[in-house]
């Protein structure tokens, strides 16, 4: 298989270790079988609650929202999303979401250690899922993997119920998947790595959450409601169960719509999940560790519920108390409780939701100031998500940018908006065989990382350490353990936009008297990423390894390279290769070509 790259056509020689990050270039061959078409399922995996929505990619291509999850509470009977909680029996995973027992033992916030390179994974409670998983010799990739096959095993069975038993035969399937935009990229690709172990079959892409949720902002809202004109600017906030993340988008037509990302992303550990932790805490002071310690398994749980449904969704800020089942606890009239219940004052609750929404004001914040700062004007933020839908959250926004022309709009359906949006952005990269062909609404995005490969540079006394230096086979003086970056945080990427580099290696023994009775040079190609504003020069702890391809040449065609006689009068060859990196919404596909 060949493509087509500045002006040469090239053959693809590399695969990565990491698959979410490169290209397979494999010929075979295979049976062609018709379909009917293809459907988009969009899969938002979250935190506390996740939620699927599928399409037939033929006709209106519209988005059908599962809301029947099975044995919802009576209070949210046509739930939009379900709980990401999942039980065992046997070692075996058993029930998933609302159908879990309050008093089975379940595993809930693993998705919590899925990026172990941030700072939550070190919180107590990820401490505590992460010792509950070791108990059972699992790990968060595995459960979240027993939970996603649970959740597609019931996706696939409400397709059945609309689409007849030979649905997965007569259509194409493409699965997206949502992820948290601050992931790191390693995280990103474990995704894939889960899904695929999920059973999923068919293509697999992931989206970053805030973009999916902008996807599905943009297109349902009427044009009177959007009132968008080219120039203007908005700032996507989509508030999670574990996660807050922010993207800024430029508008650059209407019709079609289309879009550039206008300042770097940005985002933090700020989800209503930390609300749950922060309650809890709350009560294991009022009544002390060791009275707490002792409370049964699911008396915390039934608390926890309580304040999940009853506080958390419903708080708007008004003066009013609310009321959570402490069972097994003393009264103690000090902190309002009696009669195994305590009452929440509302200035508690208050407290409990200013420490983390005072966060995400802050992040609103430096993303308008982001923005301003390029002499550009933020119209209107999009409060999208679960916690989206709060409404103190929506009042406390709406009174910090009340003097500063910026709308803050708290869109229908906020709950849903990301796996809506997973689905329409999965139509959105497939191409119908009698469509016109319109560019994607995202046009352009903003690196949030920089993206590079380390390599040997001409040895210059004032710049690199006499550690790094070598002399090469050519008699070159290089410097060893250099960066080369091909993207830097904050540059703008073009929609399929491909990114190069030409690099030469240098052989020895193919076609000499000294060859190696092998027939085939093996190579190995490395990508770097950094998370700094300003990648550093030189390979240090800032730099972390992304992917690694490894290829292998025949000598039939490195034998075509130019002989070369270096130092000691060593024979060599020095072929040229193309690196080519295609940065999309939340993966990075690295590949290696050679002529």
Same mark, same amino acid.
């Given at each position: ?50 939620? /699927? ?69 070190? @919180? ?66 474990? @995704? ?60 650059? @037509? ?94 508690? /609750? ?51 940018? #009340? ?93 399929? #936009? ?21 027939? /085939?040079?093996?190579?190995?190609? #490395? ?17 972390? #390894? ?45 590949? /290696?070509?050679?002529?």
């Amino acid at each position: 298989m060949a493509e087509t790259a500045l002006g040469k056509t090239r053959e693809p020689v590399g695969r990565s270790d990491a698959p979410s990050f490169a290209l397979s270039f494999i010929s075979y061959s295979k049976s062609v079988v018709m379909t009917s078409g293809e459907i988009v399922v969009g899969i938002d995996f979250g935190t506390t609650f996740s939620g /699927v929505s599928w399409a037939v990619n033929a006709g209106t291509r519209t988005v059908r929202l599962i809301n029947d999850w099975p044995d919802p509470i009576s209070a949210i009977a046509n739930a939009e999303k379900v709980p990401s909680v999942i039980s065992y029996a046997n070692g075996r995973p058993d029930q998933f979401g609302y159908s879990v027992p309050i008093a089975k033992e379940s595993v809930k916030w693993f998705k919590l250690l899925l990026d172990p390179t941030h700072s939550y994974a070190s @919180t107590e409670e990820a401490i505590a899922v992460q010792s509950r998983l070791e108990k059972s010799y699992q790990t968060a990739e595995d459960v979240a993997a027993d939970y996603l096959r649970l959740i597609w095993e019931y996706t696939k069975a409400d397709i059945c119920r609309l689409k007849g038993e030979n649905w997965e035969s007569a259509y194409n399937i493409k699965v997206v998947l949502t992820v948290p935009a601050i992931w790191a990229p390693a995280a990103k690709d474990r @995704t894939e790595r889960f899904a695929k172990a999920a059973g999923i079959p068919g293509s697999i892409m992931l989206v970053s959450e805030p973009e999916a949720a902008a996807m599905a902002v943009l297109k349902d809202k009427d044009e009177e409601e959007k009132n968008l004109q080219p120039g203007d600017c908005f700032v996507v906030c989509d508030a999670g169960g574990g996660t807050v993340d922010l993207i800024s988008y430029k508008i650059l @037509t209407v019709d079609p719509l289309r879009v550039e990302e206008c300042a770097v992303g940005d985002g933090e550990l700020c989800g209503s999940v930390f609300l749950d932790m922060a309650f809890e805490k709350h009560i294991k002071t009022v009544v002390g560790d060791e009275q707490y310690a002792k409370l049964k398994d699911r008396a915390k749980k039934k608390m926890i519920k309580e304040f999940e449904t009853g506080v958390k969704c419903s708080y708007t800020g008004e003066e009013k108390e609310y009321f959570v089942d402490l069972s097994g606890v003393e009264d103690n009239p000090e902190y309002h409780i009696n009669d195994e219940t305590i009452t929440l004052k509302s200035n508690m /609750v208050r407290t409990i939701f200013d420490h983390i929404i005072g966060k995400i004001l802050i992040l609103v914040d430096n993303q308008i100031d982001e923005v301003r700062a390029k002499d550009l004007t933020v119209k209107a933020i999009l409060l999208v998500g679960g916690f989206g839908a709060n409404k103190y959250l929506y009042t406390r926004l709406t009174d910090a940018h #009340q003097n500063d022309g910026v709308k803050v709009l708290q869109v229908n359906g906020a709950r849903s908006s990301i796996c809506r949006g997973a689905t329409l952005w999965g139509l959105d990269s497939s191409r119908r065989p009698n469509d016109i062909i319109m560019p994607r609404m995202v046009s352009a995005r903003l690196a949030r990382y920089s993206y590079g490969i380390c390599w040997d540079r001409t040895f210059d006394s004032t710049r690199h350490r006499l550690e790094d230096r070598v002399v090469r086979l050519d008699g070159a003086v290089r410097a060893r353990n250099q960066m080369e970056w091909l993207i830097k945080k904050g540059d703008k990427i073009e929609e399929n #936009q491909i990114i190069s580099l030409n690099i030469c290696n240098i052989i020895q023994g193919v076609g000499f008297k000294s060859a190696m009775m092998s027939s /085939v040079s093996d190579f190995a190609q #490395q990508l770097y990423y950094c998370a700094a504003d300003v990648p550093p020069p030189r390979n240090g702890i800032n730099v972390k #390894q992304l992917c690694a391809v490894s290829y292998g040449i025949e000598h039939s065609k490195l034998r075509k390279e130019t002989k070369r006689t270096g130092i000691e009068k060593v024979k060599f060859r020095k072929p040229t290769f193309e690196l080519q990196i295609l940065p999309g919404s939340a993966t990075i596909k690295f590949t /290696v070509l050679y002529k």
